[in-house]
C-alpha cells in the first residue's frame, strides 16, 4: 500500500517542474509589503529591508533574477524599480492595495528580460469602480533599470482577490497564472477558476476554465497551489476554505472539497501548503469589522493532507488578539505570517512556522519571529510561482529537509526514493559523482578536515518521460565529539544571614567552562550522571538551590549533531560575611535621582578580599546571586527610585563569588531657597549699606547651614552691601556638603529727572504731559506731595494759574518736584470790594512765565479801556476813575511766545 502510495505521488510530481537549478529560487529572494517592510532572503535566515516605498495594507507582489537581485516590485497600482523609484510608465496601473493578491509577477517563459504583471481590483467603497483582472508588460530590453511598455490590458471585467501560478511544463517552461472569477466573468458569483498560459509566445488569451460546483460570494482570501502543482486551495472569508486537485498538464481543478474550520475563527483568508505538499496551513479570523484593535481574533491551523478524514486532521497551532493576515512559503522553507491588530493597525513583526514539513505542533509556530525593524506588517505577503519552492527531501529525517548536522566520525544515507524508469545523479559541491547513479548515498566525514566541516550535497532525478527534472538538496555538516574536561565548579555566596551552606545557583555560569571556546555546544544540567547520558530530569539552570554545601551535578554536552557526554559540576557555597556601603550624591536635578559613578563603590564592597577581584552591581539580591544579565547594571548608574535605592554588589575571584553586599545609593537633597525676584539700591542713599534677606521658609530647621555671598565674601544668612550688579549666594548643608547657589541682581536705582512739562492751556480742557528720565518705576501727582499718585504721566482739565508737578520713585528713592504754569482767561469779575474777584487778569503768567505779553481791554464798541502789566493786579473796572456798568467787555492778549487770544468777560456789580 504505502509502495503503491508512493508511486501515485511520484507519477503526479512527473507532471510539473519545480525548479530548474536551485538559484531559480533567487525570483523569491526580496519581499517588500506592508508599511515600507521588506526581508532578503538571501541566506537561511532573512535580514530586514527598509528600503521600501510600499505602503499596502493588502497585496503586493515582488520579483528577483535567478541570482536574487532586485529587479522591481507594485502593490498592483504602481511599480517600483530596484533603486526604489517609480518605474517609467509604471503609474496607475489597475490593481489595489486593498486587494488581497493585488499583483503576481510571472517572467515570461524563454524570453529574457520580459515580464507579466497580473493585477486584481477590488471595491473600498460601493460606488469606487472595480477594473477586474488586467495585465501589464515590463521590458528590461530597451531600457536596464525597466519600463511598463504595456499596462492595463483587460482579461475580466470581474474577478476575487485571488491570484497564483504554477509552472505546466518543463519542457516549454510555460507557466500558469490561476484566478477565481464568475462564469461570465462580470460581477456575480464565484464559480470558476480561470488558468491563463504564459509561454514563450507570451499570454495566451484564452483561459481553460473549471467550473468548481461551489458558489461563493466574499470575494476576499488567498489563493494557492501546493509547490508541487498538484493542489490548489482558495480561502473565501465568509463563504469558507476549499481544496481541490489540479492537473497541471492541462489545467483543470477537480475534486473540490470544502474543509471544516473548528473553533469561532472561521472567516479563512491566508493559505499556504508546506514544501513537502504534505500539510495545508490556514490563518483565519471572527471577521469582526470594528477598526480597533482588541475585538480581533485570529486562529492557525493545520491540516493533514494525507489524512482520510482531512477536516478532522486539523490542529490548532497558534490563537491570539490578531486581525486576518496572509501566509507565504519563503526559499528557507519556511512559512510567515502577516501580523497585525486592525485593518490599518499594523505590527512591526512577522510570524515563522520554523518546520511546515512537521506534523502538528512539530511544526513549531513561533510568534513575533521576525522584527521588521521600522516596517510595519498589515495583512499582505508577496506571492510567488509556487513551482519555486518544490524541491524534493533527501535528508528525510523529519526534522529538516535542507541541512543535516553529522557527528565527527558519522555516516548517513541521502536518499530519496526508487521512481520507475528514472535516472538519478549526484553533486557535491557542484561537481558532479561519476560513479553514484542510484536514488541513494551513502556519506561520511572526510580525514583531515578542520571540524566543523561542510558539504553540499544535490539530487537530481530525471524521470525520463519528458516532464521535469527534480532536485534536492542537503547541506551537511559535521561536528567535532564533545571533550570531557574532568569537570567544571561553580562557587557561590551565601544568600542568607545564617551561613548553612546554602544558596541559589545560575548554573549557566559554568557553560563556558563546559563549551571550552565552541559556542556550538550546548549544556543541559542533571541530577546524576545517569540522568545526563539520557538527557532526562533536566533542571531549570537559573534559580537552582543547592541541597548541601558542597554538592555535584552533572551537565549534559550535546553538538549541534545530538552527540553528548557527561561531565561533573560541583557546587560549593562561600562563607565570607557579607559587607554594606553607601554612595551619596547631591541631587543636581531636584528631582531626587541622580547618576552614580558605582566604581566608587568597589572599595567599601571588596572589603578584606584579597588579589584584584571583580566587582559586579545587580539591582537585587537575587540578581546578584544569579548573575542575572536583565539586572546587571552599568557603572554609571541612575537610581531607580526617588532619593533611595538599595542594589547588590557581586564580589568575585575567577568567577567564584566572595561576597554579595549591598550598597545603598542616597541621593540628598540640596538646601532650598529663593532670593527675590527683583532688588534695586538707591543711588542717593550711597554710601549707606542696604539689606536683602533671601526667602529661607523651605530649609529644614533641624539642620545646620553655611552661608556664603559672593563678591562680598560675607557668611551671614542676610546680605548688606551698596554694590550694585550680580550676587551669588551658597548655601551648604553642614552634614552632607550638598550646597545650592542662587544669583540675584541688585539694579541702580535714583530719582527722577523731569526732563520737560509739554502744556496745553488757554483751551477748554487745559493738559500737562510730564518727561522724565531715570533708572526706576515713577508716578506723579499735582499740588500735593501727598497723593493721590497716578502712573500715568499727563494730567488733564487743569485750572489755569501755577501748579506743582511731584515724581515719586516707587522703590522709595525719592521725589522730586517742579512748578508750571496754565495760561487761562478770567470769564467774569466783581469789583465790589469783598476781595474776591476784584480785578481781572490774565492767570499764570509771572515774571519767569510770560512776562512780556501785552494785555488790552474794550469796551464793546472797540474803545482801549485799559492795557495791562501782566505782572500787576489786573483791571479794577474803571475808566479815567469811573466805575463802569456791568456788561460784558473784549480783550486780545499777545503773549511773549508769540500766540494771541482774543474773547471777552463779564463785569458784574
Excluded at 521588521?372 to 506588517?377: A, Q, R, V
Excluded at 572526510?446 to 538538496?473: A, Q, W
Excluded at 567552562?513 to 546524576?528: C, E, K, M, R, W
Excluded at 553642614?734 to 530719582?751: H, N, P, S, V, W
Aim: charged letters at 20%; aromatic letters at 10%.
Amino acid at each position: 500500500m504505502k509502495k503503491t502510495t508512493l508511486q501515485r505521488i511520484f507519477f503526479c510530481l512527473l507532471l510539473i517542474c519545480s525548479v530548474l537549478k536551485l538559484h531559480a529560487q533567487g525570483q523569491a529572494n526580496n519581499w517588500y509589503f506592508g508599511g515600507n517592510a521588506g526581508l532578503n532572503f538571501s541566506s537561511s535566515t532573512p535580514t530586514v529591508l527598509n528600503n521600501g516605498k510600499l505602503s499596502t495594507l493588502e497585496g503586493s507582489a515582488t520579483i528577483s533574477d535567478e541570482n536574487g537581485a532586485l529587479l522591481f516590485y507594485t502593490d498592483g497600482t504602481t511599480v517600483y524599480r530596484s533603486d526604489h523609484s517609480v518605474m517609467t510608465n509604471g503609474e496607475h496601473l489597475y490593481g489595489n492595495p486593498s486587494s488581497t493578491q493585488s499583483a503576481i509577477i510571472i517572467p515570461q517563459p524563454n524570453t529574457p528580460g520580459v515580464y507579466y504583471i497580473f493585477t486584481i481590483d477590488t471595491r473600498v467603497r460601493q460606488t469606487d469602480p472595480n477594473e477586474g483582472l488586467n495585465y501589464s508588460v515590463v521590458s528590461f530590453n530597451s531600457d536596464p533599470q525597466g519600463e511598463v511598455t504595456l499596462k492595463n490590458r483587460k482579461l475580466l471585467n470581474y474577478s476575487s482577490e485571488k491570484l497564483s501560478a504554477v509552472i505546466k511544463s518543463c519542457v516549454t517552461n510555460s507557466v500558469w497564472m490561476v484566478t477565481f472569477s464568475s462564469a461570465s466573468g462580470n460581477e456575480d458569483f464565484l464559480t470558476t477558476l480561470y488558468a491563463y498560459e504564459i509561454n514563450s509566445s507570451g499570454l495566451q488569451a484564452s483561459p481553460v476554465k473549471t467550473n468548481l460546483r461551489i458558489s461563493v460570494e466574499d470575494h476576499r482570501g488567498n489563493l494557492k497551489f501546493s509547490p508541487d502543482g498538484q493542489k490548489i486551495a482558495l480561502a473565501n472569508m465568509e463563504d469558507g476554505l476549499f481544496l481541490a486537485d489540479f492537473d497541471p498538464a492541462t489545467g483543470i481543478a477537480s475534486n473540490v472539497n470544502q474543509l471544516a474550520i473548528s473553533g469561532s475563527n472561521r472567516a479563512a483568508y491566508g493559505v499556504e501548503f508546506s514544501p513537502n505538499n504534505s500539510y495545508l496551513y490556514l490563518n483565519s479570523s471572527n471577521n469582526n469589522n470594528d477598526p480597533n484593535p482588541g475585538s480581533h481574533y485570529s486562529s492557525l491551523i493545520q491540516y493533514d493532507l494525507a489524512a482520510s478524514n482531512i477536516s478532522g486532521s486539523q490542529v490548532l497551532l497558534d490563537q491570539q488578539s490578531y486581525f486576518r493576515g496572509s501566509l507565504q512559503l519563503a526559499p528557507n522553507g519556511k512559512i510567515y505570517r502577516a501580523l497585525s491588530l486592525a485593518y490599518d493597525v499594523g505590527l512591526p513583526y512577522l510570524g515563522v512556522i520554523e518546520n511546515p514539513n512537521n506534523p502538528g505542533l512539530a511544526s513549531n509556530y513561533k510568534d513575533k519571529a521576525v522584527n521588521l525593524g521600522s516596517g510595519i506588517s498589515y495583512q499582505g505577503l508577496p506571492p510567488f510561482n509556487q513551482s519555486l519552492f518544490n524541491e524534493l527531501d533527501i535528508i528525510q529525517n523529519n526534522e529538516d529537509t535542507k541541512k543535516l548536522a553529522l557527528c565527527e566520525g558519522s555516516s548517513y544515507t541521502l536518499k530519496y526514493g526508487a521512481v520507475p524508469g528514472a535516472t538519478y545523479s549526484w553533486y557535491l559541491n557542484g561537481t558532479q559523482i561519476p560513479s553514484e547513479t542510484d536514488f541513494f548515498l551513502n556519506i561520511s566525514q572526510k580525514t583531515g578536515v578542520s571540524l566543523p566541516y561542510t558539504e553540499n550535497y544535490e539530487f537530481r532525478l530525471d524521470p525520463n518521460d519528458g516532464s521535469c527534472e527534480k532536485i534536492g538538496y542537503a547541506e551537511v555538516t559535521y561536528y567535532a565529539l564533545p571533550v570531557a574536561n574532568g569537570g567544571s565548579r561553580l562557587v557561590q555566596c551565601e544568600d542568607a544571614a545564617n551561613a548553612d551552606g546554602l544558596s541559589i545557583f545560575n548554573l549557566s555560569e559554568a557553560d563556558e567552562a563546559f563549551q571550552a571556546g565552541d559556542p556550538n555546544l550546548v549544556i543541559t544540567y542533571h541530577p546524576s550522571f545517569t540522568q545526563a547520558i539520557l538527557g532526562i530530569d533536566a533542571i531549570d539552570p537559573v534559580g537552582y538551590e543547592n541541597k548541601s554545601p558542597s554538592e555535584i551535578l552533572y551537565a549534559k554536552i550535546t553538538n549541534p549533531a545530538g552527540c553528548s557526554i557527561a561531565a561533573a559540576l560541583n557546587l560549593s557555597v562561600s562563607s565570607t560575611a557579607a559587607s554594606s556601603g553607601v554612595l551619596e550624591n547631591c541631587d543636581l536635578s531636584d528631582t531626587g535621582f541622580s547618576e552614580f559613578n558605582l566604581r566608587d563603590a568597589d572599595s567599601q564592597m571588596v572589603g578584606a578580599s584579597t588579589g584584584a577581584p571583580d566587582v559586579f552591581y545587580y539591582l537585587t539580591e537575587r540578581g546578584a546571586l544569579l548573575e542575572d544579565p536583565n539586572e546587571l547594571l552599568p557603572i554609571r548608574y541612575t537610581n531607580a527610585t526617588q532619593d533611595f535605592q538599595t542594589i547588590y554588589a557581586r564580589v568575585e575571584n575567577a568567577n567564584d563569588c566572595y561576597a554579595i553586599s549591598s550598597l545603598d545609593l542616597q541621593v540628598n537633597k540640596r538646601p532650598d531657597f529663593t532670593l527675590p525676584d527683583e532688588a534695586f539700591y538707591c543711588v542717593a542713599l550711597f554710601p549707606e549699606l542696604q539689606t536683602y534677606s533671601p526667602d529661607y521658609s523651605n530649609l529644614d530647621t533641624s539642620r545646620s547651614y553655611t552661608y556664603l555671598w559672593l563678591p562680598e565674601g560675607q557668611t551671614t544668612p542676610d546680605l548688606q552691601t551698596n554694590l550694585i550688579g550680580d550676587h551669588t549666594l551658597r548655601v551648604t548643608d553642614d552634614l552632607t556638603g550638598c550646597y545650592r547657589e542662587l544669583t540675584f541682581t541688585i539694579d541702580r536705582k535714583r530719582a527722577a529727572i523731569i526732563e520737560d512739562i509739554a502744556v496745553t492751556d488757554a483751551s477748554e480742557n487745559n493738559t500737562a504731559v510730564i518727561t522724565i528720565s531715570g533708572s526706576g518705576a515713577y508716578e506723579f501727582t499735582l499740588d500735593d506731595p501727598i497723593g493721590p499718585y497716578q502712573d500715568d504721566n499727563k494730567f488733564s482739565g487743569l485750572l489755569p494759574g501755577f501748579h506743582t508737578v511731584y515724581v515719586r520713585s516707587k522703590e522709595g528713592c525719592g521725589i522730586v518736584e517742579k512748578q508750571f504754569s496754565i495760561i487761562g482767561f478770567m470769564k467774569y469779575f466783581t469789583p465790589n470790594g469783598d476781595g474776591y474777584h476784584d480785578t481781572w487778569q490774565v492767570q499764570g503768567i509771572s515774571d519767569m512765565v510770560q512776562p512780556g505779553t501785552v494785555i488790552r481791554v474794550f469796551d464793546r464798541y472797540g474803545k482801549l479801556l485799559k492795557e495791562l502789566n501782566p505782572l500787576g493786579l489786573g483791571w479794577d473796572g474803571t475808566f479815567r476813575g469811573e466805575n463802569l456798568p456791568s456788561g460784558d467787555y473784549w480783550f486780545d492778549v499777545l503773549l511773549e511766545d508769540g500766540r494771541i487770544f482774543k474773547s471777552h468777560f463779564t463785569l458784574k456789580r
